[in-house]
């Protein structure tokens, strides 16, 4: 209870900037995620979020990934270390990284970085993947092995990633939803949308008529 309450006082830090402010509700498994008695600790374990430059602790690789089990209260080392193991596989990165676990995760490359970052919100076994602009600040290499990363989870949960790279956003995704200015503009198929919009809107930001 005591890391939910620190977890809680933390978040609760952005509502000292003078503009910040939320409507809306968001809804997982029916309950509104918003709400001041949601188990952070829960619902972190259910939707993790990896960000475009990888939030890593200045701590080994393994101790890195490990950190959400012990948040859990995953006290077992023998399961901590196959969950690690598994976490840096499904992150594609493990081949790369096996024999330096505990080397700093500063260490590594940007790329190999943010698949360290995204192997800690895949050991809890997340049903959504939250990525946001995760290829944003790697080189064409790195990029192409976050998106294969995608491609091999997609059908394993459901993941909701940020991009302005239009091209990968028709390549990687089902499903688009376009936002202007804070706004929903559509949500289609992403065959249709980027092929036969519904909205004006959409069709002049695909055409470069509008930024956005």
Excluded at 43 to 70: C, E, G, I, T, Y
Excluded at 86 to 98: D, G, P
């Amino acid at each position: 209870m005591w890391k939910n309450n620190i977890i809680k006082t933390i978040n609760r830090l952005n509502e000292l900037k003078p503009d910040f402010g939320f409507s809306g509700k968001v809804i997982i498994e029916g309950v509104d995620v918003l709400n001041d008695d949601i188990d952070i600790v829960n619902l972190r374990q259910k939707a993790a979020m990896v960000f475009q430059r990888p939030a890593l602790f200045p701590k080994s690789v393994f101790d890195n990934v490990a950190f959400p089990l012990k948040i859990l209260g995953i006290k077992d080392k023998e399961e901590i270390n196959e969950k690690v193991t598994t976490a840096l596989k499904r992150a594609f990165v493990w081949e790369e990284i096996k024999e330096r676990l505990n080397e700093s995760a500063l260490n590594f490359s940007i790329g190999q970085q943010q698949r360290i970052a995204i192997a800690r919100a895949l050991v809890s076994q997340p049903d959504i993947l939250m990525l946001d602009e995760p290829t944003g600040s790697l080189d064409p290499v790195s990029t192409k092995k976050i998106e294969d990363l995608i491609f091999g989870l997609k059908r394993q949960m459901t993941i909701i990633v940020v991009s302005h790279n239009l091209q990968q956003a028709a390549s990687i995704s089902d499903y688009t939803v376009f936002l202007n200015k804070g706004s929903l503009v559509e949500a289609n198929q992403t065959v249709k949308f980027f092929t036969k919009p519904d909205s004006k809107l959409s069709e002049e930001f695909l055409t470069g008529r509008i930024k956005n």
